[in-house]
């Protein structure tokens, strides 16, 4: 009785298998000889086509074509993971230290420049290098050709050669500062005071006079409770975003007042200055935020509680680093890639530092940036990554972004105050392990925090705010139990969530009750 069953399925296969191989044949493909590279369009289509299908777009399965056409509707910047021929383990910490490994460079950038000299004589290695690498074992490159791509390829010593600065739906002029439309359409300027907040409803007015968010209440979960416990102190959470800005004195001189006290805050930058094929131009860049998204990450997870009557973060005692790494949240150039890389490794490397945050990601891998976040990730850190908001850019993805997807990184999205439904633009997915409440039904109000100045709160949605949020509630909990590694602390988050014992294929483990972790409440 058995047999019928197994035919059907199998007819259903083969039925979908034949299907997609239509499909796949309709897409645009490269010629055997290609002379002309394909345009944004077709790039775009078979990229948006691959994510709809698999959820993943991975350079390294693209053919040669296919990234020398990225590059060539680029910048033309290359990113090269070399090896020692046949390696196989994982990174060393010290790759640009290590003989082999330094060969290994050698040896791939004398093989790149001999390629590219055919067609261009004169070109110097200081030509080919557009950013300089001291920790990944990685080559930021200007490659023309796509004959060098294919030696690359070709190479043992070449782990991946991947365009860094395409992305779908990317600005149409890449080598340019990115114009207020753009963004605007990704996560940038509204974070400005937010008329209309009312007292015992969008907020509750604590002793000292600072403003709590409504999603800090106890029934959401069990902030304010647990901070009888725990208030963050003797943590430092790592946000790598827009940067923070220099108006808002809670993020600078009154990062100390009220309750908040004896912490540190410092502002670093990350990003790259401008260039133009790979020749940089213009001043260096400072770690203002010039996009407001960083300001009010940084002020949901820990922003002061002090006597200013402005909004308090989770971990209101935490000590905090704000990075910029990215003039938005949509890490679609090679100079944010370079950004964001490099302010894992900062990270990793400040002895410290216990939790990253990042509220910024992309549609297509970037393998550079899983180096630095595995680096970050083996020096015992925790990275907490926003699962996805939707704007333009997104194109109508709704499952994980990158590098939320990643196995290193914590995926967080957003929920409204039902319990049950995602955020109107938040994104889902299996790959999600918490939620965080920020939404409400009755009036679609959003959490507060730090507007760009000031002490009038903003409000700031999305999975941005949710993964701000749980980096400041990981925080809170890790300085309850500061002799505790990384895997002991995710052990107390799972254990005090809404969907420990069933995980959801959507939710992840739902909504931490932070009061219960640090044992201000029982479960």
Known sequence: MRIPTLSAALCAVLLAGCQQEAEERQLPQPTADPKEALSPQQLDEQIISTLNKTGV?????????????ALTRSDFVLSVGYQPADYRAALPDNAAADPAWQAARQQVLELILAEERKTRPDLTLTDLIAYQENVLPVLDVTVRELSTIQLLRASKLVRYAEPM????????????????????????????????????????????GSKSSWNQADQYHGIRASWSQSTGQGTKIVIIDSGSSDAQENLGAAFNQGLSSGRTVERLVTLP?????????????????????GTSMAGAAAAPRGTDGASVGVAYNASLITVRASEDV????SREVKGVSDAYILAGNRADVRIISMSMGRLTSSSQMADAIRYAYGKGKLIFCAAGTSFDWTAGIVGVIYPASLAEAVAVTGVKDNLTTRCDECHTGADVEFTVVMQRTSNDRRPLSLAMSGDAPSTVGGSSVATAS??????????????????????????????????????????????????????
């Open 330 to 333: 949509f890490i679609d150039g």
């Open 273 to 293: 200055r401008n260039s133009i094929f790979g020749i940089p131009y213009g001043d260096a860049e400072t770690p203002n935020d010039g996009c407001g998204h």
């Open 165 to 208: 600065g395409y992305e779908p739906n990317r600005p149409a002029a890449p080598t340019a500062n990115k114009g207020a439309a753009v963004l605007s359409s990704s996560g940038c300027g509204s974070n400005t005071a937010t008329a209309g907040l009312v007292a015992g409803s969008d907020y509750t007015v604590l002793s000292n």
């Open 57 to 69: 777009f991975d350079w390294n399965k693209a053919t040669p074509h296919f990234v020398w056409s």
């Open 470 to 523: 749980m980096a400041g509630m990981a925080a809170v909990v890790w300085a309850r139990y500061p002799n505790e590694s990384r895997t002991q602390i995710m052990s107390r988050l799972v254990a005090s969530s809404s969907n420990r014992n069933a995980r959801s294929s959507s939710f992840g483990w739902g909504r931490v009750n932070v009061a219960a972790a640090v044992g201000a409440l029982p479960l």
